[in-house]
């Protein structure tokens, strides 16, 4: 049972819609991890918030924004999205943004744009 | 620039042993893990590496050879649910790189009876 939970685990939006994804971590941790999964693609990270302070940005347009008011959750904000920008969105935590901490993966957000 | 190598798929027979292989080649070094994905679901972690050798964990080891940039995913006497994608993930030196995890694209293993 994973302690990462995300709503919502389907979405389906047109252009010109703004939405937001939610994560939330049951475990104590204090990094947070946006990836996105695309077909046939590599996991790609797109953001890190380590202690509620964003610590990477893996070069990510502008209409995918993302909040960490707190430790336990983390949100993605969309806004004006392209159908390229289909794709599984994954969040994930660990204890800290160190090498051997594990991360550990909520279940996703299937996210369809039309 | 950093690259994570592993076969696209495998297929394998219930019962038997069967080998994921994974290479990389990334900005140094520090620490590598494998994950299993069922089709729809999170990931989940299996094991980490970061010392040459072999990690045993029940029917799953994993081994790494730092100097080959090299790592594999044995996994024993298998089962059908053992069907799933098997994610390599290296984490290149900190320096620049943050807490970044770099995955290869998956490696798909059908089991069958």
């Known amino acids: 049972e994973t302690g990462v939970t995300q709503t919502p685990r389907h979405l389906v939006m047109g252009m010109t819609n703004k939405k937001s994804l939610k994560c939330e971590q049951h475990?104590?941790?204090?990094?947070m991890y946006w990836y996105k999964q695309s077909a046939k693609k590599p996991l790609e990270l797109m953001f890190v918030?380590?202690?509620?302070?964003?610590?990477e940005n893996n070069s990510v347009p502008s209409r995918f924004s993302p909040e960490c008011p707190n430790s336990s959750h983390l949100f993605l904000h969309l806004h004006t999205l392209q159908p390229e920008d289909s794709a599984l969105y994954l969040c994930?935590?660990?204890?800290?943004?160190?090498?051997?901490?594990?991360?550990?993966f909520g279940p996703g957000t299937r996210l369809t744009v039309l | 620039g950093q690259n994570i190598d592993q076969p696209t798929e495998m297929t394998a027979t219930e019962g038997a042993i069967v080998q994921i292989n994974c290479t990389y080649q990334t900005s140094g070094f520090n620490g590598l893990f494998w994950y299993q994905q069922h089709a729809g679901e999170a990931p989940t972690f299996l094991s980490y590496n970061v010392l040459d050798g072999l990690e045993e964990k029940g029917r799953f080891s994993s081994f790494l050879s730092r100097s080959k940039g090299y790592s594999y995913l044995l996994l024993k006497e298998l089962q059908m649910k053992d069907s799933a994608s098997y994610l390599c993930a290296v984490r290149p030196s900190r320096g620049n790189q943050g807490g970044k995890l770099i995955f290869g694209q998956g490696t798909e293993l059908s089991v069958k009876p």
């Open positions: 994930a935590s660990s204890q800290e943004d160190r090498p051997a901490d594990t991360q550990y």
């Open positions: 475990l104590g941790h204090n990094a």
């Open positions: 918030y380590n202690f509620k302070e964003q610590t």
